[in-house]
């Protein structure tokens, strides 16, 4: 069964701090990794896609990793800001035509 | 530029009435896709659509129902609803499937009592 595993569920930051969120999946076979941000009461934002030959993405302060061969990805979110304060979404996509597992989010919270 | 508008924002159904849920989009995109979001939980695919007149079931597919007639309307169909049916609905649509980004609407709450 396809799944996707994020951790941890929530966290707590303090504004100016690295954090970083993991991802551990299940899906095959595997097509491309995604990483969305999703700001309470709107619909996910992409971030970053990542294929199979990618381990490094970035996308200003954010930096997704993959590991391929450990099925694991990581979100890594540089000198954090009050505006990072969303749930983070990993979803993995498993067939040409973009079926995609979603994770249910870790959640990030980040305090002055 | 609009991207994908979906309407209503809220909805308030009582047990067994039926409603339509919209979805437009202006970036000529192929695929479009709805889901639903619950608390604790992934996103859930309910219906696809890779080009107008073709569609096809996804994860979550019971008491709904889609069409496609044109390129940028994706109409979501609740047939007879359900308290379970209670949850919050996202259209998503991307140029083609494959590495192509989604790009979702804002959601629709929907309350079934």
């Known amino acids: 069964k396809n799944q996707v595993e994020q951790s941890p569920q929530s966290l707590i930051i303090l504004e100016g701090k690295n954090c970083t969120l993991q991802c551990n999946y299940t899906v095959s076979p595997f097509s491309n990794l995604r990483w969305y941000k999703q700001d309470t009461g709107r619909g996910p934002v992409s971030l970053t896609i990542?294929?199979?030959?990618?381990n490094t993405k970035s996308n200003g302060r954010y930096t997704a990793t993959l590991d391929a061969d450990t099925k694991q990805s990581s979100l890594h979110i540089t000198a954090s800001q009050l505006s990072d304060s969303a749930s983070y979404i990993c979803?993995?996509?498993?067939?040409?035509?973009?079926?995609?597992?979603f994770g249910a989010g870790t959640q990030v919270v980040v305090t002055p | 530029n609009a991207g994908v508008t979906q309407t209503p924002k809220f909805q308030v159904l009582k047990t067994g009435q039926s409603m339509t849920l919209q979805c437009a989009q202006d970036?000529?995109?192929?695929?479009m896709s709805w889901y639903r979001q619950d608390p604790g939980m992934g996103l859930r695919l309910i219906h696809y659509s890779v080009g107008a007149g073709i569609t096809d079931q996804g994860e979550v597919p019971n008491g709904y129902n889609v069409s496609r007639s044109t390129t940028e309307d994706f109409p979501l169909r609740l047939l007879s609803a359900a308290p379970s049916q209670t949850s919050v609905y996202f259209c998503?649509?991307?140029?083609?499937?494959?590495?192509?980004?989604?790009?979702f609407g804002n959601g629709t709450r929907l309350t079934v009592t």
């Open positions: 998503a649509s991307s140029y083609q499937g494959g590495n192509s980004p989604l790009h």
């Open positions: 990542m294929t199979f030959s990618e």
């Open positions: 970036m000529n995109h192929e695929y």
């Open positions: 979803v993995v996509s498993w067939d040409s035509w973009g079926k995609l597992q």
